[in-house]
T-cell receptor
Framework: GNSVTQMEGPVTLSEEAFLTINCTYT??????LFWYVQYPGEGLQLLLK?????DKGSNKGFEATYRKETTSFHLEKGSVQVSDSAVYFC???????????????FGQGTILTVHP | KAGVTQTPRYLIKTRGQQVTLSCSPI?????VSWYQQTPGQGLQFLFE???????NKGNFPGRFSGRQFSNSRSEMNVSTLELGDSALYLC?????????????FGPGTRLTVL
């Protein structure tokens, strides 16, 4: 079955530091990959996505590249801000049909705290 | 365009009771998925509905059920509540259940079972 593994957290950084959150996956078919962010007391917001190998998703200074050879989709940001403090989830969905309909498989989440 | 809405936002129930949660998808979205979020298990897929049909179901007991109406609104029901059902229940909608269509999430319903 499908699975997503994220780096252990929590991650604590100072403002303007470089961020990397590792994500690796196993999947059947040809998965699409996503990063979602969850702020306290809220639902999940899509941060970025990539639907095929070598695609780079980007949004709000965050980037992630779909690496099929290493089955990875690491999240990066060059300079984090206090407002980036949140929980980040890596997720995938596959086009294997049937049991994949409408189903996102999530990693366990990484808590990011950014200090001024 | 309005986002995904979920009602109620908070709910407190006691063991053995049943509960119904409601989700209104983004206008035009026909697929609705439900997830359970807990500190221990993380985000787990419950089920997905498309055009009033359940097309996919996660590994949850039969106490968890759902349905979708002709206007794409969806409800989920949990019967005979257990303490372990305390969680944030998230609903998400998408245009269709294609892997290329992202899911848009509501704010969730926080269920506490006492």
């Amino acid at each position: 079955g499908n699975s997503v593994t994220q780096m252990e957290g929590p991650v604590t950084l100072s403002e303007e530091a470089f961020l990397t959150i590792n994500c690796t996956y196993t999947a059947t078919g040809y998965p699409s990959l996503f990063w979602y962010v969850q702020y306290p007391g809220e639902g999940l917001q899509l941060l970025l996505k990539a639907t095929k190998a070598d695609d780079k998703g980007s949004n709000k200074g965050f980037e992630a590249t779909y690496r099929k050879e290493t089955t990875s989709f690491h999240l990066e940001k060059g300079s984090v801000q206090v407002s980036d403090s949140a929980v980040y989830f890596c997720a995938l969905t596959s086009n294997a049909g049937g049991t994949s309909y409408g189903k996102l498989t999530f990693g366990q989440g990484t808590i990011l705290t950014v200090h001024p | 365009k309005a986002g995904v809405t979920q009602t109620p936002r908070y709910l407190i129930k006691t063991r053995g009771q049943q509960v119904t949660l409601s989700c209104s998808p983004i206008s035009g979205h026909r697929s609705v998925s439900w997830y359970q979020q807990t500190p221990g298990q993380g985000l787990q897929f419950l089920f997905e509905y498309f055009s009033e049909t359940q097309r996919n179901k996660g590994n949850f007991p039969g106490r968890f059920s759902g349905r979708q109406f002709s206007n794409s609104r969806s409800e989920m029901n949990v019967s005979t509540l257990e303490l372990g059902d305390s969680a944030l229940y998230l609903c998400a909608s998408s245009l269709e259940a294609s892997p290329y269509n992202e899911q848009f999430f509501g704010p969730g319903t926080r269920l506490t079972v006492l």
